[in-house]
């Protein structure tokens, strides 16, 4: 069946250090995916995409690879700061259905001065 | 900025009880949804519409249903609460034409049922 995981519940880093938050995916015919970011008390919001005809997609000091080979999904975050700090969901849109996508359990990033 | 709006950020309610979820969104978005969020499984999506009086079934449909009167509008019902129901409820909007999973979340709605 189709399934988003996480390889990390949480992952800890260094204020100024890069962070990789990484997702698998089980379903090889999703064709869209989606990061969210939801910070404490707040509701998700959107990062970045990426379709799957692409390898990958760059954003402001976040950038999202995928490996469709190994059905695998990054988010890099660049000289990560304590407002980064937030659960980071991954989400794949399934192959049936409008807009229908799933969402992976999500990883918690601490960001430490 | 898009704004989509929880009345209720928290409610307890007692097993038995029917429970209203409201949403609205002030952007004329035609989709609307409804996911709970619970630790360890993300997101699931309830319900969606994509238009006035439309709806479709998500992944865990059971136990609820919703209103779709207006495009602004979107409610959640629980007709009979029970406590495998407490959980966190989001509520998204997405405008037809824009990126497939942009979608604009609300805030939450925390329900407890005792």
């Known amino acids: 069946g189709e399934s988003v995981g996480l390889h990390l519940p949480t992952l800890s880093v260094q204020e100024g250090d890069n962070s990789i938050i990484n997702c698998a995916y089980s379903n090889s015919a999703s064709d869209y995916f989606i990061w969210y970011k939801q910070e404490s008390g707040k509701g998700p919001q959107f990062i970045i995409d990426i379709r799957s005809n692409m390898d990958k997609r760059q954003g402001q000091r976040v950038t999202v690879l995928l490996n469709k080979t190994v059905k695998h999904l990054s988010l890099q975050i660049a000289a990560t700061q304590p407002g980064d700090s937030a659960v980071y969901f991954c989400a794949e849109r399934s192959s049936g259905g409008y807009n229908k996508l799933i969402f992976g359990a999500g990883t918690r990033l601490a960001v430490h001065p | 900025d898009v704004k989509v709006t929880q009345s209720s950020r928290y409610l307890v309610k007692r097993t038995g009880e029917k429970v209203f979820l409201e949403c609205v969104q002030d952007?004329?978005?035609?989709?609307m949804f409804w996911y709970r969020q619970d630790p360890g499984l993300g997101l699931r999506l309830i319900y969606f519409?994509?238009?006035?009086?439309?709806?479709e079934k998500g992944d865990i449909p059971e136990g609820y249903s919703v209103s779709r009167e207006k495009k602004e509008r979107f409610s959640l019902i629980l007709e009979s609460a029970s406590t495998n129901q407490t959980s966190m409820y989001l509520c998204a909007s997405h405008p037809s034409g824009r990126a497939a999973g942009e979608l604009f979340f609300g805030e939450g709605s925390r329900l407890t049922v005792l």
């Open positions: 519409s994509y238009d006035v009086k439309m709806k």
């Open positions: 952007m004329d978005h035609e989709n």
